[in-house]
């Protein structure tokens, strides 16, 4: 499978994501502290989330934090962690709120879900104009919380052949990094992964499940001492 990045780099983010707990937040209020959010596993347990399961390598993990903390970007240690994803959670579901955009949490990493009618035409690598202010409130936001490593995975439903939708999957997932770095993101924090058809969140049987595969998820894993 071609690459975006070197492989250890993936492997880095792959290794954070798998130490991370199983609490998922889908609710759309902005306080993180609120007990009426909705939660469900399910969701994560089906798809979301679960890139992890790609590549793994605690090593690797470490040796991009270091690598990170080594450029100039201060570690996370502790409480501090939490704190700070819950704050760039609830900013991110401001920014988020109405744009088909689902923003879920998993332990201490945050996951977006752009459904791919949203930010693709129908088997289109172009992103969509009338997304760009969405990618816009997001890349505000992710130079703002700095202390993180983001992967976007790029996925697919089943129609076509496994290895053009492999293709398909990683050309998303470059041109959401591409613009994201155009717009001031620091290049050496994305990572970009192609997961094809392979991590079905909904039946792919139905119109409906396919077009809920057909997505971009942005994981964002904190760097931590």
Known sequence: MRKSVTAGLTAALSGALLMTGCATYTGQSSDPNDPNRTRTGALVGAGIGAVAGLLSGDSATERRQHAMIGAGVGALAGGAVGVYQDRQEAELRRQMAGTGVDVVRQGDNITLNMPGNVTFGFDETNIQPQFYPVLN???????????TVIEVAG?????????????LSERRAQAVASYLTAQGVAQQRIITVGAGFTRPIADNSTEAGRAQNRRVEITLVPIQQ
Request: net charge negative; aromatic share 8%; charged share 10%.
């Open 155 to 167: 996925h697919t439903d089943n129609v076509g052949s496994a290895s053009y939708n492999q293709q």
């Open 137 to 147: 409130n997001l890349a505000n936001t992710l130079k703002q919380y700095e202390q």
